[in-house]
């Protein structure tokens, strides 16, 4: 399952992006915001984060205008690797790579359509396993700890 958090800025985005995973049979979990009404990010995305630390839901993905202060908010819950993604070279990267567990995207940066794509890569991107990787992963949750 997928927690999904946005703020208005992002309304629109998340909402296209729930079409989206229901035509992919993607289950998920709308952690809000409930409507366009003005209102705080980190709300939304603390919550969503909360949500894949405990393990309630598997991965997930927060949005606002930018992407930067769902992204800051989300990495701040201990267990949370969240990358800004608007790429799909990056979407793929970071799975791979550091096994993110949410990611974040900027209504106002990236379109609909690659803002999709950017989702189904880093949706279907598997971690790679190789041990500098992981070894890399392990250093940076370490960093909670200190």
Known sequence: MIALGCDH????LKEALKKH???RGIAYR??????????????????????VASGECERGIVL???GIGV???????????CALLSDKMSARLT??????NMMALGA???????????????LDTPFSGVERHQRRIDKIMALEND
């Open 9 to 12: 800025g992002a309304f629109d």
């Open 21 to 23: 995973l229901d035509k």
């Open 30 to 51: 709308d952690f809000g915001c409930p409507d366009k009404t003005s209102c705080d990010y980190p709300d939304y995305a603390a919550a969503a984060a909360r949500a």
């Open 64 to 66: 606002c205008t930018t």
């Open 71 to 81: 992204s800051i908010s989300a990495n701040k819950i201990k267990g949370i690797r």
């Open 95 to 100: 799975r791979e790579h550091n096994d993110t």
């Open 108 to 122: 106002g940066v990236v379109g609909e359509m690659l803002a999709l794509e950017i989702v189904d890569t880093w």
